[in-house]
């Protein structure tokens, strides 16, 4: 078992910037994927970024490209997505997942259904 608490998240005006942070606990946290996702108000689940286990490998969506950042610290159990130039449309929910066993590959680390251990949510709101 993985659990998994992000944090960070708030109000910030457009232009602004957040860091999420992703606390992990229970099996070895090197050994996963990580992964960040959203969910807006009456929207399905996005995949936002995510990171190999190794740290080495990261995958963004278009949409965020240029403004967040995902890295991690396995020493510290914890994902970090520096988040800037923050738009309203960036408002949702974030969530983070841990995948194990997979590949690094767009088409794996972008769907939700793969992903084994989900955390609670951040609401991050980006006001215009």
């Known amino acids: 078992q993985v659990q998994l608490v992000e944090s960070g998240g708030g109000l910030v005006q457009a232009g602004g910037s957040l860091r999420l942070s992703c606390a992990a606990s229970?099996?070895?946290?090197?050994?996963?994927?990580m992964g960040w996702f959203r969910q807006a108000p009456g929207k399905e689940r996005e995949f936002v970024a995510a990171?190999?286990?190794?740290?080495?490998?990261?995958y963004y969506t278009d949409s965020v490209k240029g403004r967040f950042t995902l890295s991690r610290d396995n020493a510290k159990d914890t994902v970090y997505l520096q988040m800037n130039s923050l738009k309203p449309e960036d408002t949702a929910v974030y969530y983070c997942?841990?995948?194990?066993?997979?590949?690094?590959?767009?088409?794996?680390?972008?769907?939700?259904?793969?992903?084994?251990?989900w955390g609670q949510g951040t609401q991050v709101t980006v006001s215009s």
């Open positions: 229970g099996r070895t946290f090197s050994s996963h994927g």
């Open positions: 990171i190999s286990g190794s740290g080495g490998l990261t």
């Open positions: 997942a841990a995948q194990l066993g997979r590949p690094f590959v767009p088409t794996i680390v972008a769907d939700d259904q793969l992903y084994d251990y």
